[in-house]
């Protein structure tokens, strides 16, 4: 039972343009989410965190959009980097923070 | 802050062996999780423990997975009897009590002969 989906496994964007990565989930008990960003060979770094309170989280060039309705979060990267090239995961959990669910990550080509 | 430290980092072994993994978390983390990853795929939940006490487990883990946090610290995750679809990389995270974000070793990567 796939929970968290991100349908777009990749996305090319020019650098210094925004990139907008999507992940939708099913379990209206989810609690809080977050992103990681994950290069070749090494774990899952985490980004960037929003909790079922709020609609926006902002940390520099990052910001995550929850709407939580349509039990959709997006994250916003501008403006894009090349280094920001990576795959990105969004999860989510319930409000014990005992299990968390990882959609399929979405490849980011961020082209110079 | 020395990070999530995992070992080893690849293990290559033969069918029906048994393999050990070990993960290091972050000093004072009373929360860690295990997860498996195969290619093209998020991590997927295994297990977790707070403290020493494992209080959730996935139904992906059969019998022949078994995990342990003796006295809260480090933690090892054992596969006995290893089957070709136990090749993954497997992932293991700490993080603090709350909503705290989970910070990843880079894994132990699987590979049965």
């Known amino acids: 039972d796939q929970q968290v989906k991100q349908n777009s496994p990749s996305l090319s964007v020019q650098e210094g343009r925004i990139s907008i990565l999507n992940c939708d989930y099913t379990n209206s008990m989810f609690d809080y989410f977050l992103w990681y960003k994950k290069y070749p060979a090494e774990g899952p770094t985490f980004l960037i965190s929003?909790?079922?309170?709020?609609d926006k989280n902002e940390d520099g060039r990052f910001t995550v959009f929850l709407n939580k309705s349509a039990k959709h979060l997006s994250l916003h990267i501008v403006p894009s980097q090349p280094g920001d090239s990576a795959v990105y995961f969004c999860?989510?959990?319930?409000?014990?923070?005992?299990?968390?669910?990882f959609g399929s990550g979405t490849k980011l080509n961020v082209k110079p | 802050d020395t990070g999530v430290s995992q070992d080893p980092r690849h293990k290559i072994t033969k069918r029906g062996q048994n393999v050990t993994f070990r993960c290091d978390p972050i000093s004072e983390h009373n929360r860690l999780y295990w997860y498996r990853q195969t290619l093209g795929q998020g991590p997927e939940f295994l297990t977790y423990f707070q403290n020493e006490a494992q209080l959730e487990k996935s139904r992906l883990l059969s019998d022949r997975f078994s995990a342990e946090r003796p006295k809260g610290s480090f933690s090892t995750l054992e596969i006995q009897r290893t089957e070709q679809g136990d090749s993954a990389m497997y992932l293991c995270a700490s993080s603090h009590r709350g909503p705290q974000p989970q910070h990843f070793g880079d894994g132990t990567r699987l590979s049965i002969l």
């Open positions: 929003i909790s079922s309170i709020k």
């Open positions: 999860a989510a959990s319930g409000d014990n923070f005992n299990k968390f669910y």
